[in-house]
């Protein structure tokens, strides 16, 4: 090793003590501030939820510049997608928070009589998000609105990916958070590891499953319970006998308009019969011109790659050699504006790269089967996707679909939608993921439950104590074991 190598290696190792401490400090200050107990409070929950909505109201312009420097996310995929949903969390939050804080009474058994018992949610402490870069507003912000309002302080950890908007984040929760109880660190790898060295009370991350299992070893080693949400390959099952403009449309709105395939819960791969294949891509076809125009290159309705490194892999998904001859539509790429058409590939083999890994981008590949009951086997040969789609008017077909395909979410007849219902957790399952937030789900994702049994002191069962004897055992069996009787003769001593 060189003198100029150990020097260099010097400086690294100095930066990176330097950035543990900085986080450290960090993460001492919010402890402090959690300690005061002023995140536990309702009025500082409501104060700090009111904010961020108005946040989203008063610099909804803003953020939609950000999301089109970033993304060149089209201005009602940004507000629609990102914006107005971020708004419904603070809505419902607001709403519903007295009672989520409320302890929910419940009953207790003989053995404790008489007494009461409740289970009371408790703030975890001090949390890390650490957010995505394809929604980089709404999937930063909308854990936030959990963690606040379960009464947490919070590090949020946004993309560096998606920079304008990371910096815009930054900013304004300077501006209308309370910076000693909830903070944004930005950066990039050291940042985020210098981060994930220290203890939390939880870890949330987005993004994807390699880095997953980073933040999940490192929050192992503080026994730090984690939510991950991930992605996988979601497929969408199209059955025939259905209305195929309806279910073309909104396949093309779950894939193409939602970030340009750039979404975790975007449709990821088609399987039909091999006999409606053909109808199904000639609609898709047309649909496709419907929407982004014969050159979609000139369509402002699609986000761009987000960068050249997500470019080249999509590409080199297209170049393989096992599926570059089945390309039926699209295709077209511009590397300098990270451009690449809405792009319909039919009967890829199940080997090729682009069905062996997230495709995350324009791309969707169709499949074929003999009869659409193969197509269950197909999904569940790989792992369990966060979400899976059907189209069928077969109830039959629906109520197999439910029970046989496990994935996070499951949507009969449409795509993306069950995100926004937000009585419904979402989550993923196996390798896309584990936990679940939206509505209470986000609430009790940042929350404890804690188990409470209050007691008086009458009441008192001698038979608890020593000298443990053969009928205090038999009273107490008979208790434990809910025999009325058995306690009767116990008490009465008969045999």
């Not at 197509?375 to 792992?383: A, I, L, P, Y």
Request: hydrophobic share 40%; aromatic share 8%.
């Amino acid at each position: 090793m060189s003198d100029t190598d150990t020097d260099t290696d010097t400086e690294t190792e100095t930066k990176a003590e330097a950035e543990v401490y900085d986080a450290s400090m960090q993460v001492k200050e919010l402890r402090e501030s959690f300690a005061s107990g002023k995140t536990r409070c309702y009025k500082w929950r409501v104060s700090q939820l009111e904010s961020l909505f108005k946040l989203s109201v008063v610099h909804e312009e803003d953020i939609c510049d950000a999301l089109r420097s970033d993304l060149s996310k089209p201005v009602m995929e940004a507000i629609i997608h990102e914006i107005a949903l971020l708004k419904n969390s603070c809505k419902l939050a607001l709403k519903e928070l007295r009672r989520w804080m409320t302890p929910e009474k419940v009953k207790t058994s003989i053995t404790t009589f008489p007494s009461s018992a409740a289970i009371v949610p408790e703030p975890l402490g001090v949390v890390l998000i650490i957010s995505a870069w394809n929604y980089p507003f709404l999937l930063s912000l909308d854990p936030v609105v959990g963690a606040i309002a379960a009464g947490n302080a919070v590090v949020l950890k946004p993309s560096e990916i998606s920079p304008a908007t990371s910096s815009l984040m930054a900013k304004l929760v300077g501006k209308y958070l309370d910076t000693s109880a909830v903070k944004v660190i930005e950066g990039a790898t050291s940042e985020t590891s210098a981060l994930l060295e220290q203890k939390w009370d939880k870890i949330f991350y987005t993004g994807s499953g390699r880095v997953g299992r980073i933040v999940m070893a490192a929050a192992a080693k503080h026994l730090t319970p984690v939510v991950l949400e991930l992605g996988g390959k979601s497929p969408v099952v199209v059955d025939s006998q259905i209305n195929l403009q309806v279910a073309c449309r909104r396949i093309i709105a779950g894939k193409w308009g939602c970030n340009n395939g750039q979404a975790c819960i975007a449709p990821d791969y088609i399987i039909t019969t091999k006999g409606f294949a053909p109808k199904l891509v000639e609609t898709l076809k047309q649909e496709l011109e419907r929407f982004y125009g014969k050159n979609p290159m000139e369509t402002k309705d699609l986000s761009r790659i987000v960068n050249a490194n997500h470019f080249a892999r999509l590409s080199k998904l297209l170049d393989d050699d096992k599926v570059s001859g089945k390309i039926v539509h699209g295709g077209e790429r511009d590397k300098a504006k990270l451009q690449i058409t809405p792009t319909l590939l039919l009967d890829v083999p199940r080997d090729s790269l682009i069905m062996t890994e997230e495709i995350f981008g324009p791309l969707l590949p169709i499949l074929t089967v003999d009869k659409v009951e193969d197509s269950f086997e197909v999904v569940n040969s790989g792992t369990k996707p966060l979400a899976a789609y059907l189209f069928t008017n077969n109830k039959r077909l629906k109520d197999q679909f439910v029970a046989c395909i496990s994935a996070g979410g499951v949507a009969i007849n449409d795509t993306t939608l069950h995100l926004t219902v937000s009585t419904l957790p979402f989550g993923g399952v196996g390798d896309s993921g584990m936990g679940s937030y939206h509505g209470k789900f986000s609430f009790d994702a940042f929350s404890h439950k804690k188990a409470v049994l209050y007691r008086s002191f009458t009441g008192d069962a001698p038979m608890r104590y020593p000298p443990y004897t053969k009928g205090k055992l038999r009273i107490l069996k008979a208790l434990l074991g809910g025999d009325i009787w058995g306690l009767i003769r116990a008490l009465f001593g008969w045999s």
